[in-house]
């Protein structure tokens, strides 16, 4: 499972992880959660902080995008980590997202696509069909 949640769209990942640990469910998890600065924007840190060390969350990967000069966001992220990310999809994980829907959303689609193309060994034209597969049953969004 494979979860992009900035701000308050970690919301329903916290659910999906505490689940995931009291059931005991064996899977890798990996959440990617941006916001402004780490400092007061980190929600929920310490509690993931503690699934991670716990193992239910497998992976933590964090964007902050008013930190430093130049502006990261959780779609940045995902394209430095867009080998792991691929191989995760590859392997079958879900991808879901949550939050914003005027800019987060569609910038984490065109990184989903740029992962895609650019760790896919696909020709251009198979890329679009991919990721469509993928929309079809394992990428998710709950956008507002």
Do not use: N
């Not at 991670?52 to 966001?73: I, M, P, W």
Request: net charge neutral.
């Amino acid at each position: 499972m494979i979860m992009v949640g900035p701000g308050t769209g970690v919301a329903p990942f916290r659910a999906f992880l505490h689940e995931r640990q009291r059931l005991r469910r064996d899977g890798a998890r990996w959440l990617f959660f941006g916001h402004q600065r780490r400092a007061c924007d980190f929600f929920y840190e310490d509690e993931l902080e503690d699934l991670t060390a716990a193992g239910t969350l497998t992976r933590l990967s964090t964007a902050f995008s008013r930190d430093q000069e130049e502006k990261v966001y959780v779609q940045d992220r995902m394209i430095e980590e867009g080998a792991d990310l691929y191989r995760w999809l590859d392997a079958g994980a879900w991808f879901y997202v949550c939050g914003d829907a005027k800019r987060m959303a569609p910038d984490v689609d065109r990184a989903l696509h740029r992962i895609v193309a650019a760790h896919g060994g696909l020709s251009e034209s198979a890329r679009p069909r991919h990721v469509a597969r993928l929309a079809a049953g394992r990428y998710l969004r709950d956008v507002y």
